[in-house]
């Protein structure tokens, strides 16, 4: 009996460390009309605080993981991250990709991460696997660009953030652009 109980409450300590795991991730959320208004509305935005406003809310579209152990993932991975806390939000983006593999935000995070470690050959594969499910992604089309200018790499960084301001013209990165198309790698 008391082998029972220390093994329930090692089940239980395990249990309450991660997120709740369901057996398979739905699909993603279909957030594509939302965003078109979305991006309509900030290519028509008066001023960069009305177009910051729009941007919180496409970030809010592409957080919205497909199901609660997603989200349990992608939360646990952001706190981590935001703590510098790289190998511990890595393990948590590592396990929602797995989860979700067809769910952007998964590996877009994940790039963002190693970008932070100033591992952009690793951000790299990541931010296209997030592109390829969301290509109107403007945060991984950005974190493109930027890993791209680390790379030394500025005429595919210029085209990856011509992209991004097509869909948002208020991009605080829309000044990197003058500096890459005049052919500048070192900004």
């Not at 090692?10 to 208004?37: F, G, K, N, Q, Y």
């Not at 939000?89 to 100033?118: H, I």
């Amino acid at each position: 009996m008391k082998n029972f109980v220390a093994g329930c409450a090692a089940v239980i300590s395990v249990a309450s460390a991660a997120p709740a795991m369901a057996t398979e991730c739905p699909p993603p959320p279909d957030h594509r009309a939302a965003l078109s208004d979305l991006f309509a509305a900030a290519q028509k935005a008066k001023d960069e605080a009305d177009a910051q406003r729009l941007t919180a809310r496409m970030w809010g579209l592409w957080t919205d993981a497909p199901d609660a152990t997603a989200q349990d993932w992608l939360d646990e991975g952001m706190s981590r991250r935001d703590v510098f806390d790289f190998t511990g939000a890595t393990e948590a983006f590592d396990a929602l990709v797995a989860y979700c593999p067809d769910y952007a935000e998964g590996y877009n995070q994940r790039a963002f991460v190693n970008y932070m470690r100033q591992d952009y050959s690793a951000a790299l594969p990541d931010l296209n696997r997030a592109l390829d499910r969301q290509p109107r992604h403007t945060g991984a089309l950005t974190g493109k660009a930027l890993t791209l200018i680390a790379l030394h790499r500025p005429a595919e960084a210029a085209l990856a953030l011509r992209r991004a301001l097509k869909l948002n013209p208020w991009l605080s990165e829309r000044h990197l652009l003058l500096g890459l198309e005049a052919g500048e790698e070192e900004l």
